[in-house]
């Protein structure tokens, strides 16, 4: 989607909403806190303006204020002039613009990585040859140059124009001092080459280029990744609603043309589109976005609907009691990307280590420069020294702190089978000091099975898999795993919310609830249960149950090992939550519970201190995975958790969280440790470039051999 310009008018992107504007836009080049403190300030500036939020995660500017709506033409010129480009905000564009800036860094870093090997192999050549003459030592120069420059021209401009446009409003990001050393490397070589001194310093212009590329492809490639969860979110909601007019028409509507007193037709097999109250009909719906829960909810007239369900059998007659940007879909995708915004405002230690790193650079630099010049060192002199320093202080080894340590450890852990999807989850995961479970698909198996097979008659399980065959019930299901194939009832029929009826070898034959049976329940079983009644016989019970994974009891022993709280929030009935949270020694638990609660108790947990850690699987959990101050999904999980989720376990094995865990604390301390060697280098090399102990070329080396400490170090976790 091309940005706005003079040839688009913002204006048409302008809602109003209760007596004031509202709009919101997608900024391109937009990379860390600063960017967003940037855009979101001139914003405010603007008369008016009562919300402005950028979200680095999906790139969404909201935008605010009490005024004209002619007045977003302003904004968006503003937001054009301080450097960053907007266009209407929609997600797929999102997706768009973040897969095209991947593959720039992606192209930038293979010509850098190119170059590198390439012109070191002459600069190799020109070491080695101690004896080489003064024209050989220049024609391999010249091939370097000849690779080099095209090079750091093409694989430099994400820093050159970040640089730049950052100078263009009177303010320095680290972008520019890195632009400033290439440039002066590769300015400085050239002069040396055509003089015939003999010193060049290309091969350190592309391998610093190469090193911070690598480091700023895989910042880029993990933030593109963490606004998935609520483009995923958005893609749940129904986009056309069915209104039923006063004179009994039925009319296609968009779903967001709906407001609440609103009558609805929703179709079996569709996404009620809005939050509403069942006027007419019954059935079963998927409520498992609301609750988590695999068990058909059924609904009859006067139950609340929320948006999201979807519709399994029979036609439903709704009133709207909220618009579509006001229903509890809409509501989820809000708390998602909330959730999202916190965690990308994290901020990491090499970000503050940075708001001191340019003017200090500069500073050096500018004192070096101007002290040689006073103690009556030439200018050629001095500006070697100066560069030297400049060298010497790029940030390349402070840039791989972290990447370094991430893509070890990630690749440690995906060996066992924990995939790590946000850039800075390691970090928050060695931090975690309470775990919360979701139930169903976490510490369960997430599906229905028939628990008492052993005390029912074959004749009476056969009998039962003849209905159950017919139905798609996860109850039914488990009766038919239990008895496998075979034949079917005849007159089948299948009362939603209440059972299946047929008859089989000329006999009636009902299976289902008790209530619908007539039946009394057995009270104070955490189960579920069914029964079959068959004309003439005594009813048999079926007892049905989510059983808890293998390994789940080892997980969170293993985790409180470790020192960590555990508490388990589910959606389900009290019942069947309270009997696994006995089986896996959960003291703390809570039953019954919309996205909404468990929102709140995770905030609570961070209002408290616990600093918690989401485990969860369903689409219900997708707000409170966002929310946690770290988040893991299972590898069964619906897509939208495992987008909202910071680590995802493949094959579903609980046991594996607790070796994450360590392998977190274990990440955690090289970082730290990686910190002490980049500031131990820099206390011990600046000075001596400073003092003139060290040239160009030199500080080139010892600026890469820095990075390979940084490197090496890392790699201790792959051990």
Known sequence: MAAIDAAIDPEAFVRDKDGHREMDLLVSGVHCAACISRVETAMRDFPGVSHARLNLSTGRLALAWNGPAGQSRDMVNRLSEIGYPVTPYQPESRTHTADLEEKQLLRAMAVAGFATANVMLFSVSVWAGTDMSAENRAFFHWLSALIALPAVAYSGRPFFISGWKSLKTRSVNMDVPISLAVLLACGLSIYETVLGHGAAYFDAAVMLLFFLLIGRYLDVRLRAKAGQAARDLAALQATIAHRLLPDGTLKAVPAGDIAPGDKLIVPPGERIPVDGRVLAGEGVVDASLVTGETAPHPLKAGDEAWSGMINLDRPLTLTATAASQDSLLAEITRLVEAGEQSRSRYVRYADRAARAYVPAVFAMTAATLAGWLAVGATIHDSLMNAIAVLIITCPCAMALVVPAVQVVATGRLFKDGVLVKSGDALERLASARTVVFDKTGTLTEGRARLLNANDIADEALETAARLARLSRHPLSRAVTAAAGDGPVCDNFEDSA???????????????????????????????????????????????????????????????????????????????????????????????????????????????????????????????????????????????????????????????????????????????????????????????????????????????????????????????
């Open 497 to 719: 919310g209440g059972g299946l009826s047929g008859w089989v070898d000329g006999r009636a034959v009902r299976f289902g609830s008790a209530d619908w049976l007539g039946l009394p329940p057995s009270d104070g079983d955490a189960a579920q249960e069914a029964w079959l009644v068959v004309d003439g016989e005594k009813p048999v019970r079926f007892v049905f149950a989510d059983t808890l994974r293998a390994d789940a009891a080892k997980a969170v022993s293993g985790l409180k090992a470790h020192g960590f709280d555990a508490e388990l929030l589910s959606g389900d009935r009290e019942g069947p939550v309270r009997a696994a949270a006995e089986a896996l020694g959960l003291d703390r638990w809570r039953a019954g519970l919309k996205p909404q609660d468990k929102i709140a108790r995770i905030e609570q947990l961070k209002a408290e201190g616990a600093v918690p850690l989401m485990v969860g699987d369903g689409v219900n959990d997708a707000p409170a995975l966002a929310a946690a101050h770290v988040s893991v999904s299972m590898g069964s999980a619906a897509e939208i958790s495992r987008s909202a989720a910071d680590l995802v376990i493949q094959g579903d094995r609980l046991s594996a969280l607790p070796r994450a865990f360590s392998v977190a604390r274990q990440a955690r301390a090289r970082v730290m440790e990686n910190f002490a060697l980049a500031n131990i280098y820099n206390v011990i090399a600046v000075p001596l470039a400073v003092f003139g102990f060290v040239t160009p070329l030199v500080a080139a080396l010892c600026m890469s051999v820095s990075s390979i400490v940084v490197m090496l170090n890392a790699l201790r976790l792959a051990r």
